[in-house]
């Protein structure tokens, strides 16, 4: 399993935030690589998301499934692949820091089963911090601009380094299949 926690200050209140937050729809619009929202019903929804590394990018259909609205503090959700064997589940959770100024801890968990899990697990160990430092950056600076106030200068996030994630999925790739090298 990998899991991935963030943190950030927004300025703006609690409830501010939540009138944000408690549309799935806003979620997934800042979502890295989300390019479609399905909502089923309140608590289920339909994500295409790109995701990659390196030259490795793939379009998946995530299952987004809301397992509590506790606002304005608390959303617990769960999610799937559909057609692959990733699941993972997540929490938002927010907390009043002052009349205009708003905590939100972002936490998310990815597990892989079956014989790929030592490969998903790989790919999502670099990208996952990432994916959060993208969104929570997003979240803030959407709300703060829907809210009036100055956004804060986003953090870019750190890439991942290329040759350790080419070279660990590369080991991974042989450790599954083997190494099939001969020489001439």
């Known amino acids: 399993m990998t899991e991935t926690e963030k943190s950030i200050v927004i300025d703006a209140s609690i409830d501010d935030v939540w009138e944000y937050v408690r549309d799935i729809r806003k979620w997934a619009a800042l979502f ?25 990018v793939r379009t998946v259909n995530a299952l987004v499934h809301v397992d509590e ?31 205009r100024q708003t905590e939100v801890t972002l936490q998310v968990r990815v597990q892989g089963s079956g014989p790929m899990a030592p490969m998903w697990e790989a790919l999502s160990k670099p990208l996952l911090p990432q994916l959060a430092q993208t969104f929570a950056g997003r979240l803030r600076a959407e709300i703060e601009q829907v809210g009036g106030a100055s956004a804060k200068p986003l953090t870019p996030p750190q890439p991942a380094p290329r040759v350790g994630l080419i070279a660990t999925l590369r080991k991974l790739w042989r450790s599954i299949f083997g190494s099939h090298r001969t020489s001439a």
């Open 69 to 99: 609205w506790n606002g304005p503090e608390r959303v617990n959700f769960s999610y799937k692949l559909e057609g692959d064997p990733v699941v993972g589940n997540g929490c938002y959770l927010a907390t009043r820091k002052g009349s």
């Open 32 to 56: 890295p690589g989300c390019s479609d929202c399905v909502v089923i019903d309140d608590d289920n929804s339909r994500w295409v998301v790109k995701v990659g590394a390196g030259g490795l």
